[in-house]
């Protein structure tokens, strides 16, 4: 059974920081790409970073460049999101997903990706 499983969710206030971890099971982890995505109430849900299966490539929205950095164990089937100097849109469900292929300038799109999990919320008061 494929799982994506996010933890490290929370309550935190602007520019504080939390790490998010999505353990991945049930499929060729190194095979594929991981994505973060979030939606707020209201909203689409939007691409946050990705990071890719084989060469480590990374990629941010602009909205979360130098404060966001995502990263992958391979060896323990995690990806991990760490987000810094939060501010209060950020609030939103956040979620991971795994892609397997496709081309690299589509990772913010929700629609390529195979698996995803269930979502942690991420609350960052003003």
């Known amino acids: 059974e494929v799982q994506l499983v996010e933890s490290g969710g929370g309550l935190v206030q602007a520019g504080g920081s939390l790490r998010l971890s999505c353990a991945a099971s049930?499929?060729?982890?190194?095979?594929?790409?991981i994505g973060w995505f979030r939606q707020a109430p209201g909203k689409e849900r939007e691409g946050v970073s990705c990071?890719?299966?084989?060469?480590?490539?990374?990629y941010y929205a602009d909205s979360v460049k130098g404060r966001f950095t995502i990263s992958r164990d391979n060896a323990k089937n995690t990806v991990y999101l760490q987000m810094n100097s939060l501010k209060p849109e950020d609030t939103a469900v956040y979620y991971c997903?795994?892609?397997?292929?496709?081309?690299?300038?589509?990772?913010?799109?929700?629609?390529?990706?195979?698996?995803w999990g269930q979502g942690t919320q991420v609350t960052v008061s003003s």
């Open positions: 990071i890719s299966s084989s060469d480590g490539n990374t």
């Open positions: 049930g499929f060729t982890f190194d095979d594929y790409a």
């Open positions: 997903a795994g892609r397997r292929g496709g081309s690299y300038y589509l990772w913010g799109e929700a629609n390529e990706y195979d698996y």
